[in-house]
Nanobody, 122 residues
Framework: VQLVESGGGLVQPGGSLRLSCAAS????????MNWVRQVPGQDTEWVAT????????YYGDSVKGRFTISRDNANSRLYLQMNSLKSEDTAVYFC????????????????RGQGTQVTVSS
């Protein structure tokens, strides 16, 4: 499994960024995919999930209405469109698969990429 994120950077509050993830080494179209994020020294936070066929999407409360997860199964690509960015969105963002929840709480993911830094600051 290889997951390679790109598209991070520095953006002002209220701005937008689009993250991409190139996936390989597994049948991408058979897998639900996720975005998670982490601030150094803090727990990983689940951001969004998309079903394998793109039919349903799910979002964490902190990003709902501002972020959109999507995928291109023909090219094994995962995306995260981030709008109305806030300073609290600053984190390293990871493309991930094999994520699990327990009692509705996010637990962990079996695979994730190296991450891409998103910094929201004026």
């Amino acid at each position: 499994v290889q997951l390679v994120e790109s598209g991070g950077g520095l953006v002002q509050p209220g701005g937008s960024l689009r993250l991409s993830c190139a996936a390989s080494g597994f049948p991408f179209g058979d897998s639900a995919m996720n975005w998670v994020r982490q601030v150094p020294g803090q727990d990983t936070e689940w951001v969004a999930t998309i079903q394998n066929d793109g039919g349903r999407t799910y979002y964490g409360d902190s990003v709902k209405g501002r972020f959109t997860i999507s995928r291109d199964n023909a090219n094994s690509r995962l995306y995260l469109q981030m709008n109305s960015l806030k300073s609290e969105d600053t984190a390293v963002y990871f493309c991930a698969k094999g994520c699990s929840w327990k009692g509705g709480a996010f637990q962990r993911c079996d695979y994730r990429g190296q991450g891409t830094q998103v910094t929201v600051s004026s």
